[in-house]
């Protein structure tokens, strides 16, 4: 890491369709800048060594050196990552009714977080219509806008870097694994001591969706900016449901907007957000509860204090949903990188070749099997 | 008084040649005078619109060049002598309208004077108007020296009279935007009343219609008239023979080359070996007079810029009289011994005669060049064409791209003529991809925006200049509207004739003579063609390329947006900074990763200057026009404006 610059970065992730405009190289530098969630580099740039490759998760990602920084070890091939306990939460009584996802859990946790100054901002996602928006959000009851998943691959790490860029501290983060794998480098590449990301939850994702792709075609069928929630029903259902907000709920099928996920989705060996402090994700045939993975001191903590608040409620999870969530996640490492073995983007060594991700073997090995 | 009034007897000025075509109008009593800006043309209809009220004349800068010719040809209807200017491919714009003229004739002295600029030093063709004149069947003229420029434009004006039907007049760069001596004779004094006479006899030149049909029958007098002008011709002083009598070589030449081939003879010392026939009349041709001197000599060169009308023309002429002149040896451009592109020089001319002749011409060694090549590659400052400092097409262009590359989807800009046609370049950031005649952006954007059902996918963009934009782009936008083409027009408006000199136009509220004049809101046309219009400051670069990006979303249909900020020279803003710009060396991220030079290596306004040393960029104070863009455009807020005292 560190030895790669902008022209390695176009060359071999924008030019081959492996970004997914998670927004990591963004609002560094005048040149990268996303647009409708596609990152496009407005002119050359000539720099040898650039932040905006260091930083992106698609381009020579070790995971073995990230889990090091993070965890102490190498990368092992455990389904969920490295973690401290697992179990199942919702929103607690401080919390209002609002349309979660699924229990509110995330919501919850950063409102806590920004209320008791555990952070000072928070990076998420609001959406206009369908368009995801990142946010800069310094108030608790600001939280909530952001609530619910937006399925369309967003750039929220743009916030993040032009919340760095004004010299914010103590930031909460909540992204997907390539965002959060991107935050992980970003963090083991600072150039400063002060590291200005203060807590990372990480979502669960199977795959994200192209905006560019999904709104033209779900703007066909509905108001965009009438959509209260997207929800995709577990299997074997294969839909999604949209709800807007005349009280309707419209059912897609899956097989119409798989075309969206784009490829880049699947050379991506992380379902849970490993490099997090706490992953959050739904928890299969409980609409309104969360699965919760807390993977740091840091997270625990802030679990724990929420918990005492009344901010949110947790419990143990029942064996079969942690097996379900473990297969999902095994398969989905498996088939990310055989895929990348495959398309000779897993530990590259041919000179001008680069990999989407280096692993160790043994891992490697493992997790194929 | 102007100078150009002088009406001392004998008076001798240094006139650009341009001058001396406006004194020889003024000489004999032009009453109207129109023209479209364009160069090597414009300082004519300038000069004389300085002098309109001390000479009673009417000069306009039309909308379009066949405008000009129209209200030209009005005036010569009413029996008052008028006169037309453009560059070389303005003769293009109005050609339809000149065939139709050609056809009706005209009544008071009416010339047309194209200025073309061989080589295209500022053009984007070398175009030849001398064409359209055989085509049009009327006589052309072409002054071999600054004199001949201001005599022979009075003469056009006589012979037009003579023969009932216009004149071409053409001049090319080295006369127009060169100077040189000129006598001044008399401004005849015409005391003229306008009346367009139309209840003569049907077919009467000056009293009936001045319409083409009959069109067999007033083709068949045009023909007569055009002989009568050839007959005019052969004995007309503007052709001059210098030289032996029976020369070895005979070189026929006409125009700035008539200047090239005196140096070229001189430096040969070949004075008794050649002769120099100077055709001021080069269409139709002195047939007799060719016939005398093609009969003393062998050996032909003819010296002309472009292509080679006159040696084909000549050649014709000698073929038909090869019985009693015999067969000559044609040299020139069909055999390859001078070029047919761009301009000719006294250099070029002596190579060919000394090829010709076998004659020694001692040509600087190949030493001498290379030195001479080095020095100017390494001494002199290397210059790009560029936009001016604060030019606020550099700002548009910006957001231009800007707003393509978000876009992602290939979009291009079709160019248009004006300073912006420089955008093909880095200056523009390489945006614009097609550039042809006036107003054929749009057009092609309007081609390119109806493509959609043959798989068509990227986003199209036109520019076109505020005068652009009233001289041809209008009917082009009109097109587009009424078949629902999908395209995003830009219109640069910078209150002016910019690139040619800031000649008004009908955006604008004052006219060529300084009259106040009703402006032309470009906006509300745009709206009453039914297209999406919006209005932005180029200089306010967010909103731009917001307002842009939001344009270019609306699937179906024209939309306009008007950039309005004045040219950086103008008149009205010429050395006044808006603000005071200065540089925080501390804030400055140089080459680092974060900006990697934007401002000097991308942005690159002559105003900035990266100081290598010290890893800064620096404001140019003395080239610095105060817009305060870089200021928007600086990732490390390094630049800072100040209002300016």
Request: charged share 25%.
């Amino acid at each position: 890491m560190g030895f790669l610059g902008p022209n390695e970065l176009t060359e071999n992730v924008i030019q081959k369709n492996l970004c997914i405009g998670c927004g990591a190289c963004m609002n560094l530098c005048p040149y990268f800048r996303s647009y409708r969630c596609k990152t496009a580099m407005l002119f050359p740039c000539t720099v040898s060594e650039g932040r905006c490759a260091s930083f992106c998760p698609k381009i020579e990602v070790d995971l073995d050196y990230l889990s090091k920084q993070y965890f102490g070890n190498l990368f092992g091939a455990s389904s969920l990552g490295h973690n401290i306990s697992i179990m199942i939460s919702q929103k607690g009584k401080k919390i209002k009714n609002h349309t979660f996802q699924a229990g509110g859990t995330v919501s919850a946790l950063i409102s806590f977080a920004l209320k008791k100054k555990y952070i000072s901002s928070a990076i998420l996602t609001d959406r206009e219509g369908l368009l995801p928006i990142p946010r800069i959000i310094t108030k608790d009851e600001d939280v909530f806008k952001c609530a619910s998943t937006k399925y369309a691959a967003a750039p929220t790490l743009s916030a993040l870097n032009t919340a760095i860029g004004k010299g914010h501290s103590q930031i909460g983060v909540v992204g997907t694994p390539c965002q959060t794998t991107a935050i992980a480098q970003m963090r083991t590449t600072q150039s400063t001591n002060k590291d200005p990301v203060g807590m990372v939850i990480g979502l669960f994702c199977t795959w994200a969706l192209d905006y560019t792709q999904l709104e033209p075609f779900i703007s066909q069928q509905i108001e965009t900016n009438k959509i209260l929630k997207f929800d995709i029903l577990p299997p074997p259902a294969e839909i999604m449901e949209i709800y807007t907000t005349d009280g309707k709920k419209h059912e897609i099928s899956l097989d119409k907007i798989r075309k969206f996920i784009p490829a880049t989705c699947s050379y991506c060996a992380d379902m849970t957000s490993e490099f997090s402090d706490i992953s959050v994700g739904v928890l299969e045939g409980y609409p309104d509860k969360n699965t919760l993975i807390i993977r740091s001191e840091k997270g625990k903590m802030l679990v724990d204090e929420a918990e005492k608040e009344g901010y949110i409620i947790v419990d143990e999870i029942p064996e079969k949903s942690l097996e379900h969530l473990k297969t999902a996640a095994r398969q989905k490492r498996k088939r990310a990188l055989l895929k990348a073995k495959e398309d000779g983007l897993l530990n590259a060594t041919e000179d001008g070749k680069f990999s989407c991700i280096k692993l160790n073997s043994l891992s490697i090995e493992k997790i194929t099997a | 008084m102007s100078f150009l009034m002088d009406n001392t007897e004998k008076a001798r000025y240094l006139l650009l040649g341009n001058e001396a075509i406006a004194r020889g109008a003024l000489e004999a009593g032009v009453n109207v005078a129109s023209g479209y800006p364009g160069t090597p043309s414009s300082e004519i209809i300038e000069s004389l619109s300085k002098i309109a009220k001390d000479a009673n004349i009417y000069v306009e800068w039309s909308t379009n060049e066949k405008v000009a010719m129209e209200v030209a040809a009005a005036a010569s209807f009413a029996g008052l002598r008028s006169m037309c200017v453009m560059k070389q491919n303005g003769v293009n714009v109005g050609s339809d309208f000149l065939l139709h003229l050609a056809g009706s004739g005209t009544r008071g002295g009416m010339v047309i004077v194209p200025c073309e600029d061989p080589g295209a030093l500022s053009s984007v063709n070398e175009g030849e108007s001398r064409y359209f004149a055989k085509l049009f069947e009327i006589p052309l003229l072409e002054p071999g020296d600054f004199q001949e420029v201001k005599d022979m434009t009075k003469w056009a004006f006589e012979l037009s009279e003579k023969i009932n039907n216009f004149v071409m007049l053409r001049s090319v760069t080295r006369f127009s935007h060169a100077s040189g001596n000129v006598t001044y004779g008399d401004i005849i004094k015409r005391d003229i009343n306008a009346q367009f006479k139309y209840d003569g006899f049907i077919l009467d030149p000056m009293e009936g219609l001045p319409i083409s049909a009959p069109v067999e029958y007033k083709h068949s007098e045009q023909q007569k008239k055009l002989k009568q002008a050839a007959e005019i011709f052969e004995k007309s002083p503007f052709n001059t023979y210098t030289g032996v009598k029976k020369p070895e070589l005979l070189v026929i030449t006409s125009s700035a080359c008539n200047l090239y081939c005196k140096e070229a003879i001189q430096l040969l010392g070949a004075e008794d070996k050649v002769g120099l026939l100077k055709l001021g009349t080069t269409w139709p041709l002195p047939q007799g007079l060719l016939k005398t001197h093609l009969s003393e000599t062998k050996k032909v060169l003819i010296v002309e810029e472009v292509l080679p009308f006159m040696e084909e023309n000549i050649k014709v002429v000698a073929l038909e009289m090869a019985g009693e002149i015999g067969n000559k040896i044609f040299y020139g451009k069909n055999d390859n011994t001078l070029p047919k592109v761009g301009e000719l020089n006294p250099d070029i001319v002596t190579q060919a005669l000394s090829k010709i002749l076998n004659l020694k011409y001692e040509q600087r060694s190949d030493e001498y060049i290379k030195k001479a090549q080095n020095i100017v590659l390494t001494k002199a400052p290397h210059r790009e064409l560029t936009f001016c400092p604060g030019c606020p097409h550099r700002s548009s262009y910006w957001s231009i791209h800007n707003a393509l590359k978000l876009d992602g989807r290939k979009g291009f800009v079709c160019g248009d003529i004006g300073c912006y046609s420089l955008a093909f370049l880095p200056c523009g950031f390489s945006t614009l991809k097609t550039l042809h005649s006036m107003g054929s952006g749009t057009g092609l954007a309007s081609g390119f925006g109806k493509l959609k059902q043959f798989g068509f996918a990227q986003s199209v963009l036109a520019v076109c200049g505020d005068s652009t934009f009233f001289h041809t782009a209008m009917p082009a936008l009109v097109n587009a509207v009424h078949h629902k083409s999908d395209f995003t027009l830009i219109i640069l408006d910078n209150s002016g004739t910019a690139m040619t000199g800031f000649q008004p136009h009908p955006g604008l509220k004052s006219n060529a003579m300084g009259e106040e004049v009703p402006s032309i809101d470009i906006a509300k046309i745009c709206v009453a063609m039914g297209a999406k219009v919006r209005v932005q400051d180029p200089f306010d670069l967010e909103n731009t390329q917001k307002q842009l990006l939001d344009l270019m979303e609306y699937k179906e249909g024209v939309k306009v947006m008007i950039l309005r900020q004045i040219c950086a020279l103008s008149p009205e803003k010429k050395a006044k900074k808006k603000y005071e710009m200065s540089i925080d060396e501390n804030k400055c991220i140089g080459e680092n990763c974060g900006c990697n030079r934007l401002c000097t290596r991308i942005f690159r306004c002559p105003g900035l200057e990266w100081d290598a040393k010290a890893n800064v960029a620096r404001i140019d104070d003395v080239i610095c026009r105060g817009c305060g863009v870089c200021a928007d455009i600086c990732p490390g807020k390094a630049i800072n404006k100040k209002e300016a005292a």
